[in-house]
Nanobody, 118 residues
Framework: QAQLVESGGGLVQAGGSLRLSCAASGRTFSSRAMGWFRQAPGKEREIVAV????????YYPDSVKGRFTISRDNAKNTVYLQMNSLKPEDTAVYYCNAVEKGRPLENWGQGTQVTVSA
């Protein structure tokens, strides 16, 4: 059974940085595209970054482009999200998942809370 464990969240001031990690196990994630999602209170979960299985391509929505960077280490079955120049509107619970055409494939992990103070 697949398991996704996110970590690295916390409280940071606006303009600060955080690096999130996602440890994947139970399946061969190294052959899958992976994505980071976030869900703010009262809002739907949205995708914020995607990386192909070989790190050959990435995708970011305009809301985070230029500030967030997704990367992966297939040998460690780990995906990262470097978040710079954080804004209060980035406050959310962040999740990772295997993706196909932008859609999540596995059950969600517990996520990691990111709170950005003004």
């Amino acid at each position: 059974q697949a398991q996704l464990v996110e970590s690295g969240g916390g409280l940071v001031q606006a303009g600060g940085s955080l690096r999130l990690s996602c440890a994947a196990s139970g399946r061969t994630f190294s052959s899958r595209a992976m994505g980071w999602f976030r869900q703010a209170p009262g809002k739907e979960r949205e995708i914020v970054a995607v990386i192909t299985w070989n790190s050959g391509s990435t995708y970011y929505p305009d809301s985070v482009k230029g500030r967030f960077t997704i990367s992966r280490d297939n040998a460690k079955n780990t995906v990262y999200l470097q978040m710079n120049s954080l804004k209060p509107e980035d406050t959310a619970v962040y999740y990772c998942n295997a993706v196909e055409k932008g859609r999540p494939l596995e059950n969600w992990g517990q996520g990691t809370q990111v709170t950005v103070s003004a």
